[in-house]
Structures are given as C-alpha cells and as structure tokens.
C-alpha cells in the first residue's frame, strides 16, 4: 500500500533542509508525496520561493496563506490562529498517513497544532536543540511533544528528546538532510555568481540578521551591526529576514544602508544551490542566522555569531560569539578574516551529519506502522538523582 506522506515548508530556510528528503520521497513508488506550500514562500516580499519549488519538479499538493498583517508580536499571534485553521483545512483534503514537519517557526508550531485533533501522526526534524534567544526554543520543544517520531541532527539533541519524556524508539538520529545537499551539490561557478551578484565574493561578508524575538531594541541593534560590517572595506551581501515581528524595522534599515553603499547587495532568496556555493567563497559569515552554526562548518567558512539568538545551539570552532555592540561585532570580523583564524576553520569537522540524513529519513517513514500504537504515546520518566 501506498505511504501518503504530507511535507510541509514554510519558507526558503526549510525547503533548503528538506530538498534531499522530497528528492527520495519523490522517486519512490512506495510514497506519495503530498507537498504543502505556505507562509513566506507565497508572499512575494520574501522573493516568491514558491517558484524555486516549481522549477524544482515537485506537485503542490496545497498552498496555505500565512502572511502577517503587521510586524507586531501580536500579528505573529494572530497569525499562529490563522495558520491553525489553513493547515486543518489543508489536511482534511489531503488525508495524510503522516506528516512531517521540520524546526522551530511558529508557522510550524500552527502545522503541529491542527494535526493533532485530527489524529494525524506527526514526524519531526531537527528537534531537541537549543536557541536561548528566541521563542523559537520553546515552539522547538512544543512540536517535539505534539509529534510521534524525531529525526535529530546530533546524538546530544536525541538525548534531549528523551529527556523531554519521548520513548527511546520513536527518537532517531539521523544528522541532518541539509549537510547531505551540501556534500552531493554541484556549486555554482565562482565567476557566474559574481556576475550575477556584482560583487568579488571572496572579499565578501554573507550578512543574515534575524530578530531575536526575547529581546528588544532591534533598531539599535541592527544599527550596531551595520556600522561594524562597514567598517573593515568588504563587500557586503545581506540576505532578508525571516518573517517574525521587527521583521520590517531591521530590513528597512537594511535597505536604506544597500542602497547608499556601492559595495553592498541585499538578495531576498538566493536558492539553496547558489546559497550554498556562496558560503564556500565569501570570506565569512556575519550575524545570527542557524546556518552559521549548522551549514557553515562544512565550508570551513569563519563565522561571527552575534548575540544571543542561536545561544544552546552545538557549534564547532568555525564560529566566533560575540555580542551586539559594534565593537565587539567589528573585533569579530577581524578575527573572522585573519589568515590565522581562517586556518584553524579549515580543519573543523561538522557534527551535524555525514551526508546520509535523508536516506536514514526514509527508511524510518516507510518502516512505521502509523496506526493506533505511533498515535498512542507514553511518558518516560527520568529516574530522580
């Protein structure tokens, strides 16, 4: 019998993730693959990443709107709600056997959520790690309680799935399917995406800042980083935002900064492929995006990792922490770019997989009987010290 396997994206960092799992889940006649689009990919702002997934080959099964209607953390709130009804009404036309779901966004969170009552068993991705400083830690956590089987990155992050009470045979460790992308992809020439981009990539700085949703001031904040990633004569190229509250203010300033900088470009979705192959030509990666911690040890690319935002997280000796002023971000950079500081990031070894991830995903997802036991879940208790 067919295995009816729903995947839900929300925006361009999970896609990325996910390509090599919809590739195997796409070729193999034992699946059907039921592929729900939504949020970001459909809001034009955030650079129609829906039409990356269309150029990619796969049927879109749904398309589930999520747009905010402000920036606020109420918007996000609301938007949870409005998600919560989508997905629902998405999953009743579907009738997924199970549903897989990847991280930690709340548009994520509102998937979880509307599986539950209707019995769907919930598959997760990339659960059990740390990000001190955004509500994303706790969404995290939340989806790893409102799902049925993990696939962790890490076997420190499958301990903690345990310890969150799961049983030992739902919890698998996998590594992550993004570092299998990294090692299979053929990277776009050097020449080609400096044509395309206009800058010499390896004087460039790979700028993501996203809000870091337990704190405030994102104004200064961002105006702090600014000043330090102009400092130091490098070209800049800044990525968008993901789509939380404060979302507009940081790439508002953004914008007016590119626009009165010859040497800056700001890219609201490059594509996982071309993504990729700029992390292995820039000089380093600046600000507080997951993918400085997880992707970017494959590179050997330095990194400076600013504030609080991916706090928990494993991290190699690739990364630099630091925190929001401009000095201490600016120190950073030049430690980052030294020739001794790039030597020692040539020789890290990335511990979130070994190219296999997705493979070891689908066998898991075909083996599963999804019926009463997968459903009916137990706590495990940990023995008290």
Do not use: C
């Amino acid at each position: 019998m067919t295995l009816r396997v729903a995947v839900v994206t929300v925006g361009r960092s999970d896609y990325g993730i996910y390509f090599p799992v919809l590739q195997l889940l796409h070729r193999d006649q034992a699946v059907d693959l039921k592929l729900i689009v939504a949020a970001a990919h459909l809001d034009p702002k955030y650079g129609n990443t829906i039409q990356e997934i269309e150029r990619d080959g796969f049927e879109i099964a749904a398309r589930v709107p999520m747009a905010m209607q402000g920036d606020s953390r109420a918007d996000v709130a609301a938007t949870i709600g409005v998600g919560i009804q989508e997905f629902t009404a998405a999953y009743q036309r579907i009738e997924p056997d199970i549903l897989l779901l990847l991280g930690d966004r709340y548009e994520m969170f509102a998937a979880a959520i509307a599986a539950l009552p209707l019995r769907i068993p919930v598959a997760h991705i990339h659960g059990g790690e740390l990000t001190l400083g955004a509500i994303d830690d706790a969404i995290r956590h939340a989806i790893t309680k409102l799902s049925h089987v993990h696939f962790a990155a890490t076997a420190d992050y499958g301990r903690r799935i345990r310890q969150l009470g799961e049983e030992p045979w739902r919890v698998h460790v996998t590594g992550s399917p993004v570092i299998d992308s990294i090692l299979s992809m053929e990277p776009v020439p050097k020449a080609d995406l400096e044509r395309e981009i206009g800058l010499e990539l390896s004087r460039t700085l790979l700028i993501t800042y996203h809000p870091v949703t337990l704190e405030d001031n994102p104004a200064e904040d961002v105006s702090n980083l600014l000043k330090a990633v102009s400092a130091g004569g490098h070209n800049l190229l800044f990525t968008y935002s993901n789509a939380d509250a404060h979302t507009d203010e940081i790439m508002r300033r953004i914008t007016e900064f590119v626009d009165r900088a010859a040497n800056a470009r700001l890219i609201s979705n490059l594509g996982h492929r071309k993504y990729h192959s700029v992390q292995r030509y820039v000089a380093a990666m600046v600000g507080n995006s997951s993918s400085g911690v997880i992707e970017a040890a494959s590179f050997h690319l330095p990194v400076v990792n600013v504030g609080i935002r991916q706090a928990g997280r494993v991290r190699t000796a690739n990364v630099i922490d630091v925190g929001k002023s401009e000095e201490e971000i600016r120190a950073g950079i030049m430690r980052a770019t030294s020739a001794e500081f790039r030597s020692a990031a040539a020789r890290v070894e990335n511990p979130y997989g070994d190219g296999r991830a997705a493979q070891r995903i689908v066998s898991v997802l075909k083996s599963l009987d999804t019926g009463t036991i997968l459903l009916m879940k137990k706590f495990i208790d940990y023995p008290l010290s």
